[in-house]
């Protein structure tokens, strides 16, 4: 009996480092410039924080809770907004709520479910600090562009971004 199966084959080859696509010297320039660029920023504009008695960490939460809705958001949707991990996430929580910055509070309905809620020495820690921070991105990131280059950064990151967004579902 005749049969038309197709030949079993090799699985295929592991990819080999002759694979990669290796980055052009005017690439791997632009990336190490964009890293040392971010990693430097995060630290001087935490380091200015710090007379605030925050880390950036804890600025970005600020933020993000002072934006919405009663000052509250479940600490799972405050995981992602903050791209943190649920584990990191609460202990920053934890450290910020004997700061006297946020409160942890149930949610109606679900018993699993908990909310990171800003307090009002919260909001004030972040009224008094956020006049300093936007100076310091001022003056260590913005104002280091003109107005075409600012124009040119966004229309460079804002693809980036949202393809990144995409990759994590958050479109």
Not at 49 to 76: F, K
Not at 120 to 130: D, I, P, V
């Amino acid at each position: 009996m005749e049969t038309n199966a197709p030949e079993p084959t090799e699985p295929p080859a592991a990819p080999t480092p002759d694979d990669a696509p290796w980055l052009t010297a005017r690439e791997q320039r632009l990336w190490r410039a964009h890293l040392e660029v971010s990693r430097l920023l995060e630290y001087q504009l935490g380091r200015e924080l710090q007379g605030h008695d925050l880390a950036i960490n804890d600025y970005e939460i600020l933020v993000v809770l002072s934006e919405s809705p009663d000052h509250r958001m479940r600490m799972t949707d405050l995981a992602t907004a903050t791209l943190q991990s649920k584990s990191r996430l609460s202990h920053q929580i934890t450290r910020m709520e004997s700061a006297g910055l946020v409160l942890r509070q149930e949610c109606p309905g679900d018993r699993r479910g908990l909310y990171a809620h800003l307090t009002e020495h919260g909001w004030q820690t972040l009224r008094k600090a956020a006049p300093d921070h936007v100076r310091s991105v001022r003056a260590h990131f913005i104002d280091r562009f003109d107005d075409e280059q600012l124009d040119a950064m966004y229309t460079a990151l804002a693809p980036i971004a949202e393809h990144l967004r995409a990759l994590r579902g958050r479109a």
